[in-house]
C-alpha cells in the first residue's frame, strides 16, 4: 500500500525561527511532490511542488527533495505566527496516476509570537 | 489556477438521508477528483470523476454509497448516500493540472446525526 507518512506534531517553533516539516514516502514510483498549507476550518491551499532531487526555493520556503532516501522536506524561514497552520505532504500516486495525490496525515505547526 | 465553487458549504443531515454537493469550475478541466476528510485525519481519495462515464472508485468506495456525475468539464456532484455518523466528515472537490498539482473547493462540511 501506497504510503506518505508525517510527524503529526505539534511543531512549535518560535517566530523568526526555522520551521522544518518531514515527510517520507513508499511508492518509488512518485515523481512529484507536493507542500499544502491547511488552516484550521479551510481547505488545503498549495504551497508548492519539487520534482527534481534537490532544493527548490520559493520566498520563505524550500522544499527539499531526495529520492534515495524517499524523503521530502519542506523549511520556512523567518517563520511567522500566520504560518500557524497543519501542512500536508503528499505524492503523486506513481506513474499513469496522473493527479491522484496521496497525502500525509499532516504536521501540525504553531509558531509563538 | 481554477475557481472552484462547493455548494452546500455545510449541512446537518439525518441518519438515513442522502445529500446531493455540487462542485462548480470556472474554467474547463480535465481531471476532477473527490476527496474525503474526516475529523482530524487526512485527505483520502474518494474517486476520479470522468467526463461522461462513470467514475473511477478507490478502494473502500463504492458507487452505491458515493455515486458521482460529471455531465461536463465544468461541473460535478458526489452524493452522500444512506448516512450514517461515520460520513461526518469534510468533502472536497478538486482539479489537477497537467503538471499534478492539485487545487481544491472550500470543502462541504457534512454532520450526520
Known amino acids: 500500500q501506497k504510503e506518505v507518512e508525517q510527524n503529526s506534531g505539534p511543531l512549535s517553533v518560535p517566530e523568526g525561527a526555522i520551521a522544518s516539516l518531514n515527510c517520507t514516502y513508499s511508492?518509488?514510483?512518485?515523481?512529484?511532490f507536493f507542500w499544502y498549507r491547511q488552516y484550521s476550518g479551510k481547505s488545503p491551499e498549495l504551497i508548492m511542488f519539487i520534482y527534481s532531487n534537490g532544493d527548490k526555493e520559493d520566498g520563505r520556503f524550500t522544499a527539499q527533495l531526495n529520492k534515495a532516501s524517499q524523503y521530502v522536506s519542506l523549511l520556512i524561514r523567518d517563520s511567522q505566527p500566520s504560518d500557524s497552520a497543519t501542512y500536508l505532504c503528499a505524492a503523486e500516486g506513481g506513474y499513469n496516476q496522473g493527479g491522484k495525490l496521496i497525502f500525509g496525515q499532516g504536521t501540525e505547526l504553531s509558531v509563538k509570537p | 489556477s481554477a475557481v472552484i465553487s462547493q455548494k452546500p458549504s455545510r449541512d446537518i443531515c439525518q441518519r438515513g438521508t442522502s445529500l446531493t454537493i455540487q462542485c462548480q469550475v470556472d474554467s474547463q478541466v480535465t481531471m476532477m477528483f473527490w476527496y474525503r476528510q474526516q475529523p482530524g485525519q487526512s485527505l483520502t481519495l474518494i474517486a476520479t470523476?470522468?467526463?461522461?462515464?462513470?467514475?473511477?472508485?478507490e478502494s473502500g468506495f463504492v458507487i452505491d454509497k458515493f455515486p458521482i456525475s460529471r455531465p461536463n468539464l465544468t461541473f460535478s456532484t458526489l452524493t452522500v448516500s444512506n448516512m450514517s455518523p461515520e460520513d461526518s466528515s469534510i468533502y472536497l472537490c478538486?482539479?489537477?493540472?497537467?503538471?499534478?498539482?492539485?487545487?481544491f473547493g472550500e470543502g462541504s462540511r457534512l454532520t450526520v446525526l
Open positions: 478538486s482539479v489537477g493540472t497537467v503538471s499534478g498539482e492539485l487545487f
Open positions: 470523476a470522468n467526463q461522461g462515464s462513470e467514475a473511477t472508485y
Open positions: 511508492d518509488r514510483g512518485s515523481q512529484s
